[in-house]
């Protein structure tokens, strides 16, 4: 039998410098990922991490409901682009999972039993806005029993027109944002939606 004559040795390969940089990035970012992700996790499974879930769940289901409530669909005839009915009492109730005093404090800048409707206008169309008064008549014409006192906003572009309680018949009774400081006041600013069309 012959031998057969063994390999020469090869000279070894290097890897290129940016590979290895590459594999080291990735492999921090799939480090940090797992991690995040635990952490997450972990956070969700927490007490407090329930009762934010809980929060945020049913503060959109109430913002939906706000969006279809009776009256919005005459609101949006008229000219608001956005129009919401937001039972505030239901507002404070689920904030009081999360925080008793912020509860009390939202209470305590209600506006008759609590319901504010919001009439937001396009930048094109503020000109042809409805004032605030309008509004309350339009929303009390169109639900079967409207509240005797309710808050009133009319905003375009994140700017208030007009706000305030007033009465079914669309009768001023008071501002909800006091711009002297004095007595508690009310506030609401609807996300950035983008440009205007």
Same mark, same amino acid.
Request: charged content about 20%; overall charge positive.
């Given at each position: 039998?012959?031998? +057969?004559?063994?390999?020469?040795?090869?000279?070894?390969?290097?890897?290129?410098?940016?590979?290895?940089?590459?594999?080291?990035?990735?492999?921090?970012?799939?480090?940090?990922?797992?991690?995040?992700?635990?952490? +997450?996790?972990?956070?969700?499974?927490?007490?407090?991490?329930?009762? +934010?879930?809980?929060?945020?769940?049913?503060?959109?289901?109430?913002?939906?409901?706000?969006?279809?409530?009776?009256?919005?669909?005459?609101?949006?005839?008229?000219?608001?682009?956005?129009?919401?009915? +937001?039972?505030?009492?239901?507002?404070?109730?689920?904030?009081?999972?999360?925080?008793?005093?912020?509860?009390?404090?939202?209470?305590?800048?209600?506006?008759?039993?609590?319901?504010?409707?919001?009439?937001?206008?396009?930048?094109?169309?503020?000109?042809?806005?409805?004032?605030?008064?309008?509004?309350?008549?339009?929303?009390?014409?169109?639900?079967?029993?409207?509240?005797?006192?309710?808050?009133?906003?009319?905003?375009?572009?994140?700017?208030?027109?007009?706000?305030?309680?007033?009465?079914?018949?669309?009768?001023?009774?008071?501002?909800?944002?006091?711009?002297?400081?004095?007595?508690?006041?009310?506030?609401?600013?609807?996300?950035?939606?983008?440009?205007?069309?």
């Amino acid at each position: 039998m012959t031998d +057969i004559p063994p390999l020469p040795p090869q000279a070894a390969r290097k890897r290129p410098a940016y590979l290895i940089v590459i594999y080291v990035v990735l492999g921090l970012v799939g480090f940090f990922l797992v991690t995040g992700g635990i952490g +997450i996790w972990l956070f969700l499974r927490s007490e407090t991490g329930q009762k +934010i879930v809980s929060t945020v769940g049913k503060s959109m289901t109430l913002m939906q409901q706000a969006a279809t409530a009776p009256g919005t669909q005459e609101l949006r005839a008229r000219g608001c682009t956005n129009a919401m009915v +937001i039972p505030m009492r239901k507002m404070a109730e689920i904030v009081r999972g999360m925080s008793e005093d912020a509860a009390r404090d939202l209470e305590s800048k209600m506006p008759g039993d609590g319901t504010i409707v919001m009439c937001q206008v396009n930048v094109a169309s503020a000109g042809s806005a409805p004032a605030c008064a309008d509004v309350a008549r339009i929303y009390a014409a169109a639900v079967p029993q409207a509240p005797e006192r309710f808050g009133v906003t009319v905003q375009s572009r994140n700017k208030s027109s007009c706000d305030g309680m007033y009465t079914r018949d669309g009768t001023f009774v008071e501002a909800l944002n006091k711009r002297d400081g004095s007595g508690p006041s009310w506030t609401v600013q609807f996300p950035e939606q983008g440009p205007e069309r």
